[in-house]
């Protein structure tokens, strides 16, 4: 109730959600320019890749790029983005201001990135769960919509039974040992997953530390494989020449009016 009330109190309705000009007529989520900006990441091959399932960092020519290890158990991740430029203003408008109609054309965009049998015997999708004290005040989860957006297109259902029991620091402020640390035994299974294939949505990945910590606690509730999908990732190398902050944007979208 209260989300829908933000939503139509603030939703720019009618602007692009990479650079706010006005759309018109137009309800999609990108104007000519920023729809041309963005690439996905299928086209140049890097949908898909392993990460490491003791950091999270990416698995590169069979090596752990931080661990620095050879044959390091790893899990399959795909994203269907970089985690920038118009995309990262879209990500921003859909998970602060609470831009639905983001929702549906992110979980179509994650579904082209599926190729590969990357959705082969998937028995379930699992939204990264956000702890109940943040959800309150954010008032939804947004992994949660993307996962539901997602089933939809796929028909695959979805499962919450995986939840986060400590309520952590903000993973942005912190970088490598402590973001795990800091999600250290975060998330317990609530049921067995008994040979069960998981796949875990959420909407960016920036170090795969939470898909790591996710995926462990459904291995160790017995999953038999754990796979991640997200709509963005951020690629080490790009996120630590940038240092992180709140996109400027978003402030401007949720007071914007709508021009309609
Ligand atoms: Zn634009
Ligand atoms: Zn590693």
């Keep these: 109730m209260l989300t829908a009330l933000?939503?139509?109190?603030?939703?720019?309705?009618?602007?692009?959600?990479?650079?706010?000009?006005p759309l018109g007529a137009d309800t999609g989520c990108f104007c000519a320019d920023c729809y041309a900006s963005i690439a996905p990441l299928l086209v140049s091959g890097e949908a898909e890749s392993e990460i490491c399932l003791n950091c999270g960092e990416e698995y590169?020519?069979?090596v752990c790029r931080v661990c620095k290890k050879h044959r390091v158990d790893t899990i399959r991740a795909v994203?269907?983005?970089?985690y920038e430029g118009a995309i990262r203003n879209l990500v921003h408008s859909f998970k602060f201001?609470?831009?639905w109609r983001a929702s549906r054309w992110m979980a179509e965009e994650m579904m082209k990135a599926c190729q590969g049998g990357f959705l082969d015997g998937v028995n379930v999708l699992i939204p990264v769960p956000m702890h109940r004290m943040r959800r309150l005040m954010r008032g939804f989860n947004q992994s949660g919509k993307l996962a539901r957006a997602f089933s939809l297109i796929s028909g695959i259902s979805v499962d919450t039974s995986l939840t986060r029991v400590?309520?952590?620091t903000q993973q942005v402020r912190l970088s490598g040992e402590k973001r795990r640390q800091n999600l250290k035994n975060a998330f317990r299974a609530e049921r067995s997953f008994d040979g069960e294939t998981?796949?875990?949505?959420?909407?960016?990945?920036?170090t795969g530390t939470t898909a790591v910590e996710c995926a462990k606690a459904l291995l160790s509730a017995n999953a038999a494989e754990v796979r991640v999908l997200t709509f963005a990732?951020?690629?080490?190398?790009r996120s630590q020449n940038k240092k992180y902050r709140p996109d400027r944007g978003t402030k401007l979208i949720k007071y914007e009016k709508d021009p309609f």
């Design 6 to 21: 933000k939503e139509l109190l603030f939703s720019p309705r009618g602007n692009c959600l990479g650079c706010l000009s």
């Design 60 to 62: 590169v020519g069979g």
């Design 79 to 82: 994203a269907a983005y970089e």
């Design 97 to 99: 201001g609470g831009v």
């Design 166 to 168: 400590r309520n952590t």
């Design 198 to 206: 998981v796949l875990l949505v959420d909407d960016v990945r920036t």
């Design 233 to 237: 990732k951020a690629t080490p190398n």
